[in-house]
């Protein structure tokens, strides 16, 4: 995750803002995807996602995800949480807002065996630190 | 899982990706002024961007906890993201710290805007 072409934007921000303490670190399935298949370096403008092979598997098993960066004494954390579940495996989570008309209830799909059933929700976290960008 | 349904099951998924890859795309920045809502199980909140790059978001949580927070935004082409300082941390849990900033991705679905808070609980402003 640390490579991906998202958190990497958003690292990009952070030096940009100046490095401040906290900041979110969240990415959209649309943008993971759309990185996924793309390769680095190549804009392809609103539309369109590129051919396989993807590109960043990590990045594309995650797809959106919710994060923090934080500061402290001279470091920065990075956090990326994600919750793979089966709303967002099947892809309910993020249609329920595409086409919000349809009232649907984004994770209705989770955990269809209980929680500790087949397909049931796991959480991930994924976490690095580096020396703050902004004194180096 | 017996191969065939493996092959099945990787199939509805990709089809589920593409239907949903084909109803969004990113956002420009002329899509972005605007009043926008997010409602989950916790309350309220409204997010109101305004042309001149400045907005205003206000939570309302059941418990009757009201947040307000006043701030700049700007648009990014590189991915279409909406950055906002300062701004509220929120996900289907509530509504948690003021964070120096938040860069949130904006897509455009059919008929609507919106900017992506906790996609996998799909969590998003809606316009």
Known sequence: MKVSLAVQRRREEYIQQGCPASASLASSHFEAYFDSFVPKGLNAGNFGVGIIPIMNQTQFQVGGHSGSIKKAGGI???????????????????????????????????????????????DQIFQWSETDPCQK | MPEMSKCVFTR??????????????FAKE???????????????????????????????????????????????????????????????????????YCDQSVNRSIGHIQIELEPDFGLAYLK
């Open chain 2, 12 to 25: 509805i998924w990709l089809l589920a990706v593409v239907f949903n890859l084909a109803g969004c795309w």
């Open chain 1, 76 to 122: 920065v954390n990075y956090t990326v949480t994600n919750t793979a579940g089966f709303s967002s495996f099947i892809g309910r989570s993020a249609f329920a807002n595409t086409f919000p008309v349809f009232g649907l209830q984004a994770n209705a799909w989770d955990n269809p065996f209980g929680p500790q059933g087949k397909m049931h929700n796991v």
């Open chain 2, 30 to 100: 002329s899509d972005i002024p605007g009043k926008y809502t997010v409602t989950q199980n916790w309350g309220t909140g409204h997010l109101e961007l305004r042309a001149g790059g400045t907005y205003i978001e206000e939570v309302s949580t059941k418990e009757g906890l009201r947040k307000t927070v006043e701030g700049k935004w700007k648009f990014t082409d590189d991915r279409r993201r909406l950055i906002r300082s300062p701004c509220l941390n929120i996900d289907h849990k509530g509504v948690h710290e003021l964070v120096d």
